[in-house]
């Protein structure tokens, strides 16, 4: 995001998040505040996301999304490497992706975040 007021927010989000941990009620409010910066920015993408994701927090209480699996490096290797995270870790990467949606891997692991909501969303 390019606004300063939205990455001050989201800073806001990761350091309350860390401090305190998923304090449900405050996170929905602060995500609720934070999409309409990204549909200024024309972000269809980055709305989506924030939208599944405070949707999905005020269902879960939780945030039962993991991180994004690797692809492998090496062309050789069949692996995917899965990186087991905790809520609070997984959804303080995702607004680290936020920062800058610019960076082409941030915006390919934020299609991952937003078909996995989709996904949990679907089934549940």
Known sequence: MKNPKAQKLIDKIQHDLMRNGLIINT???????????????????????????????????????????????????????????????SLDYLLSLMHDTSIKNNVIDLREYSNALTAYADEN
Do not use: C, G, M, W
């Open 27 to 89: 996170l929905v409010e602060d995500l609720k505040q934070l999409r309409p910066f990204a549909i200024e920015e024309e972000d269809p993408l980055l709305a989506k996301v924030i939208r599944l994701t405070y949707e999905h927090v005020k269902a879960t209480n939780s945030f039962e999304i993991p991180i994004p699996e690797d692809e492998p490096l090496d062309e050789n290797e069949n692996e995917i490497t899965a990186i087991e995270s905790t809520p609070q870790e």
